[in-house]
């Protein structure tokens, strides 16, 4: 069905992203940039993007062979989305001036109005405020490209951009306001958070959780057919693209190249290490076979537990909350199967409950304020601010939800769910183009299915005579 609307708006916001690079401009400025934090701030930057493509094949490898391409497309589409909203407004609803400490003034940097090469006194001080704008897009991108996990193989490509929009503005912007801005409440209450555990990790998880109530089961899911991912070495992949793009994402939050960004990439390395192997040895103890998907899932928890904390523990510390984490994702994860919320891949208990344990690690771990120093007030904040921050997602993802329904459909029809994603909501297919290619070789060449209904069917077998 065609339709003109998406790109008429686009066309809009590029005459008037010209017509605002025309107008006269009063930035405020800092000191001047240091080259040193300059650099490296550039190369964070760039690595947290990267992460972006590696949640694309994590998570399309997980899924069934028909919704690959939707799956790892709904991740990629969010680096176009949010690019353009966050110059248009979610820069400055996230940090432009203070409105009761909970969002930022709309107006401060409209299509980045006085975002440009020099610092800012207040925010960054010490690298260009574009840069500092740029560094903060990427973890605005990656947030709702991480609960796409949970509402895969069944939710409409249209309506997930439109949800995707109205979370970035009314959930992901403000609580990065609140978290990260001078005169956010939830900074100025004293809330600890370095990288995004509860900005992007519990927002995320909770969303998450949300979409795959709102949405209901897959078709697949309530006939108890088993789930075979489509890939594994996806998974793997995916995995070291994120793991790499990580200590961007924590020890570039320093904002600066010294001893706490330092601290924050060994404690980022730790606690991921550590809780790939709890995991898989976890799973051990309970009978089950080390699994590569196993492995994979047990780092990217020890990756976001980590977050909130990795500038403010030792290292030390984040052996142990990498333990933690995992085995707290990996319980959580079991008693999910007892449910009837079908949370696709997990979303929900391995982001939602590893930035839960995050925040929780981070008020127990700090070496200074933390609770094994013996004082109590930040471990006071912030299980008030877990309350307060799940609360605000969740019900404000609830409205969205139901408010994106009613603009788009959120789910795909039956005939599109059997189908696959792949080729209801794009045409496109891996599968039919892997066929296809094999049908052009020697009539005698032929496919053969991985046995065994196990995580090995996850390949593409190959071809024999």
Not at 51 to 77: D, E
Not at 123 to 151: E, H, R
Not at 376 to 404: C, D, N, R
Not at 438 to 452: D, H, Q, T, Y
Request: net charge neutral.
């Amino acid at each position: 069905m065609k339709s003109p609307i998406a790109f008429i708006i686009l066309a809009i916001v590029a005459v008037l992203a010209v017509a605002s690079s025309l107008s006269p401009h009063t930035a405020a400025v800092g000191d001047p940039a240091s080259p040193g934090n300059v650099a490296w701030m550039l190369a964070a930057t760039a690595m947290v993007l990267f992460m972006t493509p590696g949640l694309s094949f994590f998570y399309g490898g997980m899924v069934r062979k028909k919704n690959v391409i939707s799956t790892m497309l709904q991740s990629f589409i969010a680096m176009g989305v949010i690019s353009i909203l966050w110059i248009v407004v979610g820069f400055s609803i996230a940090f432009g001036d203070s409105v009761g400490g909970i969002f930022g003034n709309p107006l401060t940097f409209l299509m980045f109005k006085n975002v440009g090469a020099a610092t800012h006194p207040a925010i960054g001080s010490t690298i260009p405020l574009v840069l500092f704008a740029f560094f903060q897009l990427k973890f605005a991108i990656i947030t709702p490209a991480l609960f796409t996990g949970s509402f895969a193989e069944r939710v409409r490509f249209s309506s997930y951009i439109v949800f995707m929009i109205l979370f970035s503005l009314f959930i992901y912007a403000p609580l990065a306001h609140m978290t990260w801005h001078p005169d956010g409440l939830l900074m100025k209450a004293g809330v600890l958070d370095f990288a995004g555990g509860t900005v992007v990790h519990m927002s995320a998880g909770i969303a998450a959780l949300v979409g795959a109530m709102v949405l209901g089961p897959r078709r697949s899911h309530s006939n108890k057919e088993e789930h075979v991912p489509a890939n594994i070495p996806f998974v793997i992949l995916g995995t070291g693209m994120l793991w790499f793009g990580w200590f961007g994402f924590n020890a570039g939050s320093a904002l600066a190249a010294d001893g706490v960004a330092s601290m924050a990439f060994a404690t980022t390395n730790t606690a991921s290490a550590s809780a790939a192997l709890s995991w898989i040895f976890f799973d051990m103890l309970r009978g089950h076979k080390p699994s590569a998907l196993g492995a994979c899932i047990g780092a990217v928890v020890g990756l976001v537990a980590i977050t909130p904390a990795a500038g403010f523990v030792s290292v030390g510390a984040a052996v142990m909350i990498g333990f933690i984490a995992a085995v707290s994702s990996n319980l959580a994860v079991h008693f999910k199967t007892r449910t009837n919320v079908d949370d696709t891949l997990d979303v929900f208990p391995c982001h939602g409950i590893g930035g839960m344990v995050g925040m929780v690690a981070t008020a127990i771990f700090a070496t200074d304020g933390g609770l094994i120093t013996g004082e109590t007030h930040l471990f006071l904040v912030h299980m008030l601010a877990l309350v307060g921050v799940s609360i605000f997602v969740f019900v404000g993802s609830w409205i969205l939800y139901k408010v994106t329904d009613k603009i788009i459909p959120l789910r795909v029809t039956p005939d599109q769910e059997e189908e696959g994603l792949d080729v209801s909501q794009h045409n496109e297919s891996i599968w039919e183009a892997v066929q296809e290619a094999l049908a052009n070789r020697s009539g005698s060449e032929r496919i053969i299915p991985a046995s065994g209904g196990s995580a090995a069917e996850s390949t593409f077998a190959e071809p024999t005579k």
